[in-house]
């Protein structure tokens, strides 16, 4: 249990949530969060968005019962929270390009902090939020909203790219990385209940054979990944 | 001084509470977390004779106050469990019970065998093998196997008869509520020698996604598991306390204390715990911790003054 420091919305139904404490957690890695004492039973995972020196914050958006609950929380009202949970991106050398698509702008945060020469490109169905966070810290950030972000990346000139968002955002950037040097990361979504590896309810079908997306992942390298085992954002 | 030990077919347990199979891993994951020592017992994730990939698609989906699965039993298999989990489980001080479930009567006897032989070899040589078995016909998540094996109890009976031939282990056998009936599939059990029988597992069930029109799991049923079935699985219980005169592990939905207590008075030997172990990490020692302290507030040295009041 820790408090809630702010909780607010950047844009209808987009909120970042502060909670007080030492956390710990590197990029792509995510926590698992859960609020109230009923419904729902299950904690849900959220992925890490920044860290500080006495708070950890999530970029959430309302889906459903859970994150709507998460919406209501109030500054000094409890969450339970555990973590940090997942393999996160991975330490890359060279240059860097980081691709999100809506919510999935949220695990790239981190990244973008460690990585302060990384391009950062941030696409968006109707409206942007969280640019400004992006722009405080990353040498170049390229904004879209509506179409394909993904028609901005040129592959050939990074040595790596982390990506998250969509589905089809991400198999369009992996169809453009395919003839290209470029490795590419991404990082995938399934309903999880435990979140350590446990259960087997987030198993995801890779080229590898089967893998927890909670565990071996959420961040695998494209190669790794069939896409029409892939659940969207 | 009070005590929370109980036994089981002749398996000492340093507690009644035990993490259910397919929601504690093989304790690996978790022992990060707390000490599986604090724990009465560990049934592994269910096992079957070859490896097993489990199921496609979506896997879970939250209910009101419950969890669908469709995981399908995805599992190393028997071989490569005994080599590479049996180890690890073996080294923490707490009962583990090997959960096995198969698609045809040869599996389950074959898988069975394997594990009995190893408990013996390890035997031989000084080293603790797995405790129990329990042997699951009440999967609801496998197209061939699993439940199919626990809806009818004369279909049951072969299997329970077989594999108690094939095994000295104590042998508990995890019942379905999705059986016909499911007392006299435990009256059966105790007729075929089992030791005990375990209830119980999740209950057929589903959901739509409305949009797309079609079930969310590509299996169509999933199993419902968690608080929603809690009532359901107490009143099974208590019916089959009292039809048999073997040991019951009851499970489903046991999320406090005061659910350990109320299926110990519905007479429960033991519980397991699945479900609430996602709800809270750390759901094993917590509840571990709980019942020990309801021991002392209500002055109750063991468990047994409550066991089957009812
Ligand atoms: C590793 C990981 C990191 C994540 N990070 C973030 C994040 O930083 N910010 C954020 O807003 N969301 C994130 N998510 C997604 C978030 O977990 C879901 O939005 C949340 O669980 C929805 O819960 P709910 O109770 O509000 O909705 P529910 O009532 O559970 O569901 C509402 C709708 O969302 C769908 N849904 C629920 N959970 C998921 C899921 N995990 N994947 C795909 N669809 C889902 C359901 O099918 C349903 O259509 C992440 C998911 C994962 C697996
Ligand atoms: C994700 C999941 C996986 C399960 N896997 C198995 C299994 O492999 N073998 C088995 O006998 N029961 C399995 N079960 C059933 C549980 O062991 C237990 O009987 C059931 O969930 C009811 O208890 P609960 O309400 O406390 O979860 C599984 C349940 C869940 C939720
Ligand atoms: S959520 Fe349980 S194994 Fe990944």
């Not at chain 2, 379905?176 to 059966?188: D, L, R």
Request: aromatic share 8%; glycine share 12%; with cysteine.
């Amino acid at each position: 249990m820790a408090n809630v420091i702010s909780n607010v919305a950047l844009v209808p139904g987009i909120y970042v949530m502060k909670i007080e404490g030492k956390f710990k957690g590197n990029m792509g890695q995510f926590y698992m969060l859960r609020s109230g004492t009923g419904y729902p039973l299950l904690p849900r995972p959220i992925s890490i968005y920044d860290i500080g020196e006495e708070s950890i914050s999530f970029l959430y958006r309302v889906v459903g019962e859970g994150t709507n609950l998460f919406s209501q929380l109030q500054p000094g009202q409890e969450i339970q929270l555990e973590g940090p949970f997942g393999n996160g991106f991975p330490q890359v050398e060279g240059s860097l390009a980081l691709i999100g698509g809506g919510m999935g702008t949220a695990p790239l945060l981190l990244a973008a902090k460690y990585y302060p020469h990384a391009h950062v490109y941030l696409g968006f169905a109707q409206q942007a939020f969280g640019v400004e966070a992006f722009e405080a810290v990353a040498a170049s950030v390229q904004v879209k909203v509506g179409g394909s972000i993904v028609e901005q990346v040129d592959p050939t000139l990074y040595a790596n790219m982390f990506s998250c968002g969509p589905t089809p955002m991400l198999q369009a950037l992996a169809m453009k990385t395919v003839d290209t040097s470029s490795r590419l990361y991404i990082s995938t979504e399934r309903h999880m209940a435990c979140g350590i590896g446990a259960c087997l309810g987030c198993t995801m079908r890779t080229r590898g054979g089967n893998r927890r997306v909670c565990k071996e992942g959420p961040v695998f390298p494209v190669e790794e990944v069939e896409f029409d085992d892939l659940h969207g954002v | 001084m009070i005590s929370m030990a109980c036994n089981i077919a002749g398996v000492p347990f340093k507690n009644p509470i035990i993490m259910a199979s397919g929601t504690f891993g093989f304790g690996r994951e978790y022992a990060e977390f707390y000490s599986p020592e604090l724990l009465g017992g560990i049934v592994g994730k269910g096992l079957t004779l070859h490896p097993k990939a489990g199921n496609t698609g979506s896997r879970i989906h939250e209910t009101a106050s419950g969890m669908l699965n469709s995981v399908g039993l995805e599992n190393p298999g028997v071989a490569a469990f005994l080599k590479d989990e049996l180890d690890d489980m073996t080294h923490w001080n707490t009962a583990i019970i090997a959960n096995v479930g198969g698609s045809n009567l040869e599996e389950y006897v074959q898988a069975v065998a394997m594990i009995t032989e190893n408990a013996q070899k390890r035997r031989t040589m000084n080293r603790r093998g797995v405790d129990m078995l329990e042997l699951n016909i009440s999967c609801p998540n496998v197209k061939q196997g699993g439940m199919q094996f626990g809806i009818q109890t004369e279909v049951a009976r072969e299997v329970v008869r077989q594999v108690r031939n094939v095994t000295a282990l104590p042998l508990v056998v995890k019942l379905s509520p999705n059986a016909e009936n499911i007392t006299q599939m435990a009256v059966m059990c105790e007729e075929e020698g089992a030791d005990g029988v375990s209830l119980i597992n999740t209950f057929s069930a589903m959901k739509i996604d409305i949009r797309r029109r079609r079930s969310v799991f590509a299996n169509t049923y999933a199993g419902l598991s968690g608080p929603a079935i809690k009532p359901i699985a107490l009143r099974m219980v208590h019916q089959v306390a009292q039809a048999v005169s073997i040991p019951v592990i009851g499970m489903g939905g046991i999320s406090s204390v005061e659910d350990i207590i109320e299926f110990t008075m519905a007479g429960a030997a033991a519980i397991q715990v699945g479900t609430y172990n996602f709800v809270h990490l750390h759901a094993g020692a917590e509840l571990v911790h709980g019942l020990e302290q309801w021991m002392q507030r209500e002055k109750v040295q063991s468990l047994d003054e409550i066991r089957g009041i009812l």
